[in-house]
């Protein structure tokens, strides 16, 4: 091989070495480094109104608009019968910026139970596509308790971005 078909073939490897290289995912479900939210509203879809029932910054964690002091309130039901809440959910960058949320899209919503909080509360062990809806996410209630979720600006197989824990509550 002559010198000149050595030197094509390095500057061809070298670009698509580095182009694999930053297109590795963290298989970590906790991987903050990626694309951060500055603010989140939590909207109760099960409202005509659909109002803003919670708020978080970055700055200054969460604020509760309509529960006094948890993201949400559910009221226990039958486990064949379980009550569920939708909450929609609306995620904004540090431009300002709302974040596209899709089911089938980059990015979506999720939530899981904060670490050290309350398990058994909410129902998680259901399957993905009844829990996450791309904009939205449904809460079952499970036994009467409380427990802390943080919610996920989740993007393919990892999360970007998580907001601080937040009580929710399941009650009789």
Not at 4 to 22: E, R
Not at 56 to 74: K, M, P, S
Not at 97 to 107: P, R, S, T, V
Not at 138 to 164: M, N, P, S
Request: aromatic share 10%; charged share 30%.
């Amino acid at each position: 091989m002559n010198k000149t078909a050595k030197m094509f073939g390095l500057f061809f490897i070298l670009p698509v070495v580095i182009f694999i290289a930053g297109c590795e995912r963290s298989t970590d479900p906790h991987d903050n480094g990626h694309r951060d939210m500055e603010e989140v509203r939590i909207i109760d879809r099960t409202q005509t109104a659909r109002p803003v029932i919670a708020t978080w910054t970055h700055d200054d964690g969460w604020e509760f608009i309509e529960y006094a002091d948890a993201i949400y309130e559910l009221s226990k039901s039958a486990e064949e019968d379980r009550t569920r809440v939708s909450l929609g959910v609306e995620i904004y960058d540090h431009n300002g910026d709302q974040i596209e949320l899709d089911e089938a899209g980059e990015y979506q919503v999720r939530y899981w139970i904060a670490e050290g909080a309350q398990e058994g509360v909410i129902d998680i062990s259901l399957d993905e596509d009844i829990l996450f809806h791309g904009d939205h996410v449904h809460i079952y209630g499970l036994e009467v308790g409380e427990t802390e979720v943080e919610f996920i600006l989740w993007h393919g197989d990892h999360a970007d971005a998580v907001t601080d824990p937040a009580p929710f509550k399941v009650v009789e």
